[in-house]
C-alpha cells in the first residue's frame, strides 16, 4: 500500500508556470510506475506523463509535450511535474497515480493507487 499526496496546484495566467509536487509514503521501497493525470469540469480524467518503475522512459501526452516536465527523485519519494507556458485548456484537477507495472500505458485502470488531486486553474 502506498499513500500519494499532491500539492502546489493554484491560479496562475495564461504563459505562467506552476510546479506539482507529488509525495508518496508507506510501502515505497518496492517502487513503482508513476504517472499524473487530470481531469477538467465534465470530461474523463485524461493521462498527462508516465514515468517507467526505473525511471528510465517518460512518455508525455501530446497535449502537453515540450510544456511539461517530469522530475522524479526515489530518494525523497517525489515526483513533480514542471508545468511551463500554460494555457486555459490546462485548467483541471491534476491526480498523482501509482502502478505496479513496470511500463504501464495511459489507462487510468493500469494505476493501482491515486492521489486526492489539486486544482490548477489557468487564466486567459
Known amino acids: 500500500q502506498v499513500q500519494l499526496v499532491e500539492s502546489g496546484g493554484g491560479l496562475v495566467q495564461a504563459g505562467g508556470s506552476l510546479r506539482l509536487s507529488c509525495t508518496a509514503s508507506?510501502?515505497?521501497?518496492?517502487?513503482?510506475?508513476m504517472g499524473w493525470f487530470r481531469q477538467a469540469p465534465g470530461k474523463e480524467r485524461d493521462f498527462v506523463v508516465v514515468?517507467?518503475?526505473?525511471?528510465?522512459?517518460?512518455t508525455y501526452a501530446d497535449s502537453v509535450k515540450g510544456r511539461f516536465t517530469l522530475f522524479r527523485d526515489d530518494a525523497k519519494n517525489t515526483v513533480d511535474l514542471q508545468m511551463d507556458s500554460l494555457k486555459p485548456e490546462d485548467t483541471a484537477v491534476y491526480y498523482c497515480?501509482?502502478?505496479?507495472?513496470?511500463?504501464?500505458?495511459?489507462?487510468?485502470?493500469?494505476?493501482?493507487?491515486w492521489g486526492q488531486g489539486t486544482q490548477v486553474t489557468v487564466s486567459s
Open positions: 497515480a501509482a502502478s505496479l507495472k513496470i511500463r504501464p500505458g495511459r489507462g487510468n485502470y493500469e494505476y493501482r493507487f
Open positions: 514515468i517507467s518503475r526505473s525511471g528510465g522512459e517518460t
Open positions: 508507506g510501502r515505497t521501497s518496492g517502487n513503482y510506475a
